[in-house]
Nanobody, 123 residues
Framework: QVPLVESGGGLVQTGDSLSLSCVVT????????MGWFRRAPGKEREFVAAIDWSGRITDYRGSVQGRFTISRENAKNTVYLQMSNLKPDDTAEYYCAARSGPWSTDPDDFYDWGQGTQVTVSS
């Protein structure tokens, strides 16, 4: 198990921006694929964004592409999610997660998860 700790969630207005961070501790970070997922009340968990170990390969769900940016800073064992033009539909608990092996955005393939950070976007 690798500890992951998210931070940066909060209450914002429609159109605002917010940055989330996830710090990974316990072992080397360089070769781990990272992802962000979210779950809204009464909804299933859904993929948001992912980034490979090098930071050169990324993927996003269609509803956030162009608004969200995932990045990583391996020297700090940290992955980021920069969110812009937030909408009420973005309201959810956001989780970072880690995995290794062939590229995947399936949440079932991620084996280490953070505790989550709440993002609430009001109208």
């Amino acid at each position: 198990q690798v500890p992951l700790v998210e931070s940066g969630g909060g209450l914002v207005q429609t159109g605002d921006s917010l940055s989330l961070s996830c710090v990974v501790t316990g072992r080397a970070f360089d070769r781990i694929q990272m992802g962000w997922f979210r779950r809204a009340p009464g909804k299933e968990r859904e993929f948001v964004a992912a980034i490979d170990w090098s930071g050169r390969i990324t993927d996003y769900r269609g509803s956030v592409q162009g608004r969200f940016t995932i990045s990583r800073e391996n020297a700090k064992n940290t992955v980021y999610l920069q969110m812009s033009n937030l909408k009420p539909d973005d309201t959810a608990e956001y989780y970072c997660a880690a995995r290794s092996g062939p590229w995947s955005t399936d949440p079932d393939d991620f084996y280490d998860w953070g505790q989550g950070t709440q993002v609430t976007v009001s109208s």
